[in-house]
């Protein structure tokens, strides 16, 4: 890795954080200049670069030192966070302030006509998800043996399509649900976009722009509440 005296933050190129986000920074007093790809955006008022990528892509960049910080949902990290733990390797990344935007639950639903009581009532179902880790964690913690079926996206048709039985997913107006007419049964994980970083402090000026950046980021968030 090269050596690097400017801050370098990830946020998502599109989707539903990536607008908010920029705004946020815009607020904290960042002006940058974007390149013509748009994917690296330089910084005019502080030594702080965006790089715009995949949300999925934000926790490795930061694991890889690319980037320092990175704005993503908590379910992004904490998806990551239970895949590495779940082979007993180190979680290179960290949650260091929730953001208070980008709110939603990643929750259980099955379809509307189908019985639910309790965890175990998914016993021997077949759980459609893009959340494996985290869905398979929860399974395990429940004490229900259940088969997760991996998908990339549009894993609310699933039940239709008879590739699964349930699905695990990001609920936020609900409305995903109910188009498709499926109920949320279970709650796994309380989402919200958050600021991730490494876990220790750049241990030269990038130390101190992050600080400053992290006091600047709480100063907006509290004006807002
Ligand atoms: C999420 C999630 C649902 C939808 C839920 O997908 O996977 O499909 O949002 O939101 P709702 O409750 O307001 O309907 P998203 O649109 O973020 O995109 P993706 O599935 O392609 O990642
Ligand atoms: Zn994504
Ligand atoms: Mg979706």
């Known amino acids: 890795m090269k050596p690097r005296d400017r801050l370098r933050i990830a946020v998502q190129k599109s989707g539903r954080l990536s607008e908010v986000s920029q ?11 974007h390149s013509r ?3 690296f955006c330089f910084g005019e008022s502080l ?20 980037c320092d910080l990175g704005i993503v ?18 979680v290179p990344f960290r949650e260091l302030l929730p953001l208070g935007f980008g709110r ?13 009581a309790e965890p175990s009532s998914l016993q021997g179902l077949r759980i459609a998800t893009t959340y494996p880790a985290l869905t398979a964690q929860w399974l395990q913690q429940a004490g229900v043996t259940a088969k997760v079926v991996v998908l990339s996206g549009s894993v609310e048709i ?8 349930a699905i ?25 976009a958050v600021l991730a970083a490494a876990p220790g402090l750049p ?10 950046l992290l006091r600047r980021i709480e100063g907006v968030i509290q004006v807002r509440e």
């Open 23 to 33: 705004d946020l920074l815009a607020r904290c007093g960042l002006k940058f200049r």
């Open 37 to 39: 790809d748009k994917l």
């Open 47 to 66: 030594a702080i670069d965006l790089l715009l990528v995949r949300d999925d892509d934000i926790p490795g960049l930061i694991a890889d030192g690319v």
């Open 73 to 90: 949902g908590r379910n992004v990290l904490a998806e990551q966070q239970a895949a590495l733990q779940s082979r007993e390797a180190v």
């Open 104 to 116: 939603c639950r990643l929750s259980i639903a099955i379809p509307q006509e189908l019985d639910y």
């Open 158 to 165: 699933a039940p239709k399509l008879g590739t699964a039985d």
């Open 168 to 192: 695990c997913d990001l609920v936020s107006s609900g409305a995903t649900l109910q188009a498709n007419q499926l109920r949320e049964v279970a709650g796994i994980l309380d989402s919200e």
């Open 203 to 212: 241990p030269d000026e990038r130390g101190e722009l992050q600080e400053l």
